[in-house]
């Protein structure tokens, strides 16, 4: 196992070695990491410093980047002090000085806790955003760590925190790793203002406000921002309305009452019209001012089309950085996810509502990409949070205007969306034609509950089957990812996924395109186990029809709870909370155990285990169809 992982890494960094050789840009059109690139450009002080817990990719696929990239547009100097030691003399926190105008701190890509943990919370041997996979690079709960640092030193100067971590963490959250309830990541993390959800719009507006004299101190009408405010003392609410939650502390004592906290927060994170939030804990108020509307095509194409190299900063030198290497070769198409699944976290943070590209944009990306050092004519994905979102929105915005729903598709394909296939066909099709391109695919994960869907539209249905071949027989590099998740309805129900039966349905098109054209390709389905509504007897019955379908399983996983999903609430409260009913979820590592053991019937080791599992289930049919009889 060591040589082969030893192979792989030597590979990789003959990859990067290549790419330095040939890099195409000068230090200076990076974004500062050090006071000598500081000091190369010129500057005797940055406008703003952004802390990160990931490595600088300067890529329109990691937030630092993209912040970095906006902030220089709009007039500033930017400077990053990327994964900083936060367990020495704090030199990398003094290093830049103090900015002119504020700090940022961001955990990268993904909430600390999840980057680092199993959900077994057995630490990661590797980090995936960390040169050479080292996994000792960031702190647990890093934006506290480096927001607390930072306001210790630099108690003065404006701190905003922002990604994936903060904005999962805006409200009381339920917290897996420590197995309690936590207060608004703005409590601990002492910053001066949070902004949640995808930055360009609040940071634009925020950086407006400073260079027009208000202070950070005051800003309590920027939309998508969170901050605190003394009890009885909360600003005047310029938003359309104003919903209060249960305060922390009525939490900590109820769980019922925090369940009953999600369903508001979720349906006015997804609403194009919503209200502010109001929180209470200890002697303070949290405000969460309601999202900016989805971001225009206008807006998103300025997002991508900023000066990017694409590259790692050159600090990196020969070594490997497995997340850049996954996408340096991809095209994020949009932006959101009207899914809704219950264990995901892209709506809590994207969005429900999708934010499309012009297709101008997604092919100046693709040129760039062909000019690329090491790229052979390969995009590896044309895709987004869900493969084949791309332009579809409501029919008649007004009636998406009042929507309160979390999924657009779920418990059925909304009658107001367009899920038209047409203007993602011409994207591929697009592509596929641009000199340099031999092929393109789709790694992003498709949602075959919209391929399979017939709505009143006769041209949709028509684009839909048409998509669904040419997704088969012109972009699957021989795999395709899709995510049924289980096979029990009752727990695809609170997953808010589809029937088993629809994945079935396109396994039997899948199959039969690949005979047809004579293709050897896989379909590779995802699969979670310990999900809240899953019982033992259910992964047993997954194992078996899995089985019966001739799946050896891969691509699995045991639930994790995650802050700020539906998921989670269920299981850390016991109640659903759009219904206030129980639910079972497997909790303790044994029922965990219990569960998961059974995507891996075809273990032998295992067979004992199984058949007494399944005789105690009172499930001994189960045990010919596994053919766990057999010695």
Known sequence: MSSITGSKRIESKSINRERMVRQPYPLTRFLPTTRKEMDLLGWDRADVILFSG?????????????????????????????QPNWRDDLRDFKKLGTPRMFFAVTAGVMDSMINRYTANRRLRSQDAYTPDGRADMRPDRAVTVYSRIVKSLYPDVPLIIGGVEASLRRVTHYDYWSDSLHKTILVDSNADLLVYGMGEQPITRIVKELQGGRGISGMHDVPQTAFLAEKGMVPENRFADEVRLFSHEECLKDKLKQAKNFKIVEE????????????DVEEKTLVVNPPFPPMS??????????????????????????????IKFSVNLHRGCFGGCAFCTISAHQGK????????????????????PGFKGYISDLGGPSANMYKMQGRDLSVCAKCKRPSCIFPAVCPNLNADHTPLLDIYRSVDSMPGIRKSFVGSGVRYDMLLHRGKEQKANRAAEEYTRELILNHVSGRLKVAPEHTSDRTLNVMRKPSFNLFQQFKKIFDAENRKHNLNQQLIPYFISSHPGCAEEDMAELAAITKELNFKLEQVQDFTPSPMTLATEIYYTGYHPYTLEKVYTATTPAQKTAQRQFFFWYDKSNRAKLIAALKRLRRTDLIKKLHLDVK
């Open 297 to 326: 095509e206008v807006e998103i194409d300025a997002s991508f089309d900023l000066p990017y190299t694409r590259l790692p900063h050159p600090r990196y030198k020969e070594k490997s950085i497995a997340a850049y290497e996954m």
């Open 353 to 372: 509502f999708i934010a499309s590209r012009s297709k101008g944009s997604i092919l100046r990306e693709v040129e760039q990409i062909t000019r690329m």
């Open 54 to 82: 990931d490595a600088y990719i300067d890529h329109p696929s990691f937030g630092t980047a993209v912040i970095g990239r906006l902030l220089e547009k709009l007039g500033l100097r930017v400077a990053i002090v990327p």
């Open 268 to 279: 006015q994170s997804n609403r194009m019209e919503a209200a502010r939030i109001l929180q």
